[in-house]
């Protein structure tokens, strides 16, 4: 659910302090990954990550074939109109 991704995200955003991780690497895989819910949520996840821990480095597995609807709503999210609104880095 949002409020559950909304609630990892504030638990994630304090890893550097509390463990010393810089980062995260998102890999979800089909078929859970392919589900349009978790698809959503993976971006609700991501944008409130970035928005409480600015600094924390956020990669993910970018796909050809085959194709992982949730990674690739993130990638499409970053990039919305050819604009990075900050969310991710670089691809």
Known sequence: SSSAAIAMAANV????KLYGIDGIDLDLEGPAGNSPS???NMVVF???LRKLNPTF????P???DPQVKSENDVVEMAYP???S???IASV
């Open 13 to 16: 955003s304090q890893w550097d």
């Open 38 to 40: 978790i698809a959503n």
């Open 46 to 48: 991501v944008k409130e």
């Open 57 to 60: 480095i956020i990669t993910q």
């Open 62 to 64: 970018v796909y050809g």
């Open 81 to 83: 109109n050819g604009n």
């Open 85 to 87: 609104n900050g969310y």
